[in-house]
């Protein structure tokens, strides 16, 4: 596979004439270092022992970032969230809102895009429902959705990219910019933390839920590169600024790749052996915290619920 490309030049916005890609603002977030695997004692389920209560923090560490593609989705794609779809969103933690501008529906102008999009808000959506009435069936509490910020969150990533504001709602193609900010972060998600499930029932709904979400980060990356030099260049600072946050130890392979390579395309992110990457749970957080060891920020201002946090 081709190595990862973390020098694109980045562009000084995104496309001539509408508003640059990101505003720069402070992120705000506190360091902290992230506890081990969480190993705390349960109540009785199908193991009656602690490896009963891992598989419970590790689904509910994925609820996390459903509860995020989802919001994103539906509110691109409806201009309301998960409430509005009947879906709770209630549980153990500390429940939080979703921070967003008024009237997000993006004006879609390519009706292909706008089914694709909405075909991955009701997977989203889906998982979301799928996840709660899992967790609900190991006798553990299900995590509240905490609070989201889908505004401030990406004028914080300017700060970090050294670009201009960016909407993600204004157009289609934000839009897909900042889906492409979470595809490739939930498949290496839901990768890294399957050795931690020890429950096969469970295995198997996490590796079926891997394979829609590599399906999305496929779509969204096609979608992207046909886009031109310009956005892949833009695609590609993202990749290495998410690189940048896995803090991979000197020498070490990247852990993520952009859509464009030694000038050729890149839709498949993937090591020599044309396998798909594992983040853990470290990683992930200090991506969508944005920072490296960071205890909360970006786009969970409160930091997650659960154990894994």
Known sequence: MKPNTDSSNLPSELISGRRGFLRSVGLGVGAAALAAAPTASAAPFYFGNKKARRDADVLNFALNLEYLEAEYYLRGTTGQGLEAMGIGVDGAGTAGSVVVKANPAVNFTTPAIAQYAAEIAEDEANHVRFLRAALGSTR??????????????????????GIGPFDPFANELNF????????????????GASPLVTNKAFLEAAAGILGVEAYHAGMVRTLLFQQGTQVQNTVNAISALRASLDNQPSGAPALDQGILVAGE?????????SVA????????????????NAAAGLFFPAGLNGAIR
Do not use: C, W
């Not at 553990?140 to 990219?161: K, Y």
């Not at 890149?266 to 090591?271: K, L």
């Not at 990457?277 to 915290?289: A, D, E, M």
């Open 140 to 161: 553990f509490d299900q995590v509240a959705r905490p609070q989201i910020d889908l505004q401030n969150s990406f004028n914080a990533l300017g700060t970090l990219l």
């Open 176 to 191: 897909l910019l900042g889906a492409f900010i979470f595809e490739d972060v939930g498949v290496t998600a839901y990768k």
């Open 265 to 273: 395309a890149n839709i498949v992110p993937a090591d020599t052996n």
């Open 277 to 292: 990457f594992s983040r853990s749970t470290r990683q992930v957080l200090n991506i969508v915290y944005g920072g490296v």
